[in-house]
């Protein structure tokens, strides 16, 4: 969790994970570099911790948060995964 923040309750992160997904919906044309660096923000990670959980290197987020590479599929799918979404279904978290 980035040091800048204050932990959140189970309740409160419930709340902000439904807010993001209620942005995201709302903005259907969102570039994938977009709406990972809303997710990374709104989960309050660092690019180093966002990039562990996904299982890919904080290099790789950066560059694709920046727009300096476009992520492969695979890379996509990881760095969606934390909000339930998929590539091509990222506006839809899928439901459990």
Do not use: N, W
């Amino acid at each position: 969790m980035d040091k800048r923040f204050k932990p959140l309750s189970p309740g409160e992160e419930l709340q902000v994970r439904r807010a993001l997904e209620d942005e995201l919906a709302a903005d259907p044309s969102m570039p994938i570099p977009a709406v990972i660096r809303k997710i990374r923000a709104a989960l309050r990670l660092t690019i180093a911790e966002y990039a562990k959980l996904c299982g890919v290197s904080a290099r790789t987020l950066q560059d694709v948060e920046r727009e300096e590479s476009s992520p492969t599929l695979a890379t996509a799918e990881k760095l969606l995964r934390p909000m339930g979404m998929a590539p091509g279904a990222a506006l839809k978290p899928r439901r459990r």
